[in-house]
């Protein structure tokens, strides 16, 4: 949570205040049956994908978002307990504008309806 302050007569005060993750008590108490997906940021990628299975086994949630800070607008790494798929833009789909989060929404759809098919 950021507080900002402003006031004519004086700098600008930004004040930072650490807020709780909400990602454990939502996967165990607020919707234990829903398909959960996480998302990983990291600047080293020979971390990202052990980073990912980490939050995965410690949240038990589905799906973890894993990405590189330089490239995450144009590729990304799908995490899930039994796997890791890549989904990146070619340079073509770059130069039409296209963005990550199309192709990221479309395999995710995939992904949660398979997940809504085992329920049922």
């Known amino acids: 949570m950021v507080l900002l302050k402003l006031c004519s007569l004086s700098p600008t005060q930004i004040t930072m205040k ?3 993750k909400m ?7 607020w919707a234990p049956e829903a398909f959960v ?9 020979l ?14 949630h589905q799906v973890v978002v894993a990405n590189i800070l ?16 890549p989904l990146s833009l070619s340079d073509e789909e770059i130069a039409q504008g296209v963005e ?19 329920k049922v």
């Open 18 to 20: 650490m807020v709780p």
């Open 100 to 118: 990550i989060e199309e192709k990221i929404v479309s395999y995710l759809q995939g992904q949660h309806t398979a997940f809504i098919e085992k």
């Open 23 to 29: 990602l454990s008590p939502l996967v165990k108490e």
């Open 47 to 60: 971390i990202l994908i052990d980073k990912s299975r980490q939050a995965l086994e410690k949240y038990r």
């Open 70 to 85: 330089e490239s995450r607008r144009t590729s990304v790494i799908i995490v899930t307990k039994d796997s890791q798929t």
């Open 37 to 45: 997906i996480s998302f990983k940021l990291e600047t080293d990628p």
